[in-house]
């Protein structure tokens, strides 16, 4: 693609934004190196709330976010973060940054990717991805544990969902920790590990939708504080249908 430019050095592959940065250190992807240096920011308590291995830090005086590949429901001594080589567009990071590059290109509202780190070793590889921080966000899922969420940001998730199946979007794992919303209540998709762009059916929109709802009614299943009411979701579909 025409806005990442791609460095070899040895095993290692570092791909970047030239539109944000005109060099990317490769020690910006080692969490040691970050934070023998002091560049992890204060914020990084709560961006552990994920799978773990996320970290924030500023380079460029741009805030970005640091996340490790790693297969999900994998005990954590059997931590598995070794994938299959077949071309470098193929890795999970270069696809990823591909994926969130076109989304943004396109006015979504996506995280601005920063660049792709892979180390190859021999078959497999690690990957990582670098990402710009979404300033002062919250996950949907970590929001509703502390207070509902307006029918009308509802109705704004179901449009903005649309939107991006509009484009053909496919997004892996939608879900309610992959949705934030910031400050303002602008609402952002996170996480494009596996997305791709596919052939329009109205199927796999539909499936996409269920998965989320399913994610919500899961958590609200297992918090009694959780606050999710199935009418949210009529709210979102309205939005969506709009
Ligand atoms: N660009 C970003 N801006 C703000 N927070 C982020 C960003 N990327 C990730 N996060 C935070 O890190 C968490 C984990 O990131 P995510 O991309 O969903 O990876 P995973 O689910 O594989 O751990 C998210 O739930 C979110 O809280
Ligand atoms: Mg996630």
Redesign the pocket.
């Known amino acids: 693609m025409k806005d990442i430019e791609v460095n070899y050095e040895g095993d290692d592959i570092v791909a970047y934004n030239k539109l944000l940065f005109e060099r990317f250190p490769q020690a910006l992807f080692d969490p040691d190196f970050l934070e023998s240096n002091s560049l992890l920011s204060i914020n990084n308590a709560?961006?552990q709330?994920?799978?773990?291995?996320?970290y924030?830090f500023e380079y460029n005086e741009i805030n970005l976010?640091l996340?490790h590949y790693r297969r999900?429901g994998v005990p954590a001594i059997f931590i598995d973060d070794k994938y299959l080589w077949m071309t470098l567009a193929k890795t999970r990071a270069m696809q990823e940054m591909e994926i969130l590059l076109t989304m943004h290109g396109a006015g979504l509202p996506v995280?601005i990717p920063a660049a792709a780190h892979i180390h190859r070793n021999g078959l497999t590889y690690q990957a990582d991805i670098i990402?710009?921080?979404?300033p002062n966000?919250?996950?949907l899922s970590?929001l509703l544990v502390e207070d509902s969420v307006s029918s009308e940001e509802w109705q704004r998730m179901g449009q903005i969902i649309k939107k991006f199946h509009h484009y053909n979007c496919h997004h892996a794992?939608l879900n309610a920790?992959?949705i934030?919303l910031d400050q303002q209540k602008e609402i952002?998709l996170?996480?494009f590990?596996r997305s791709i762009i596919k052939a329009s059916s109205e199927k796999w929109k539909m499936q996409n939708l269920g998965r989320l709802k399913r994610s919500l009614e899961k958590l609200a299943n297992s918090n009694k504080d959780f606050h999710y009411h199935p009418t949210d979701f009529s709210s979102l579909m309205q939005g969506y249908a709009d």
Request: aromatic share 4%; net charge negative.
């Open positions: 709560e961006l709330h994920g799978r773990g291995g996320i924030g976010v996340r999900g995280p990402t710009v921080l979404i966000a919250k996950t970590s794992d920790h992959n934030m952002y996170i996480d590990d």
